[in-house]
């Protein structure tokens, strides 16, 4: 059965750091596209960083130099260093994997169905 649970959410001040973890069990985390994902009541669920399984990495416009994801196929997680926080970084984060190409763009461009598989969400509140 497959779970992701991520981990490491919490309330900082502007310009702290957090360290989102995502622990995958039920399926290789290095065979999957994967990502974070963030949602606030006032916007749409969008990618925030995503990692390929040819190792490729990309980022939000609005994180590139402060959030840093990273992949541990020896663990089986999926991280995301996040610096510099900003009030605007305010929201819950989840995880997702496919098992596709095809699926993950479903899951980015929040197409409705079942393409892949979310954690449960972790909050980040960023304070000035």
């Known amino acids: 059965q497959v779970h992701l649970v991520e981990s490491g959410g919490g309330s900082v001040q502007v310009g702290g750091s957090l360290t989102l973890s995502c622990v995958a069990s039920?399926?290789?985390?290095?065979?999957?596209?994967m990502g974070w994902f963030r949602q606030t009541p006032a916007k749409e669920r969008e990618a925030v960083a995503t990692y390929y399984v040819d190792d490729s990495t990309h980022y939000l416009d609005d994180v590139k130099g402060r959030f840093t994801i990273t992949r541990d196929n020896s663990k089986n997680t999926l991280d995301l260093q996040m610096n510099a926080l900003k009030p605007e970084d305010t929201a819950i984060y989840y995880c997702a994997a496919a098992p596709n190409i095809w699926a993950f763009r479903a899951l980015i461009t929040n197409l409705e169905g079942n393409f892949g598989y979310w954690g449960q969400g972790t909050q980040v509140t960023v304070s000035s």
């Open positions: 039920g399926f290789t985390v290095s065979t999957h596209y």
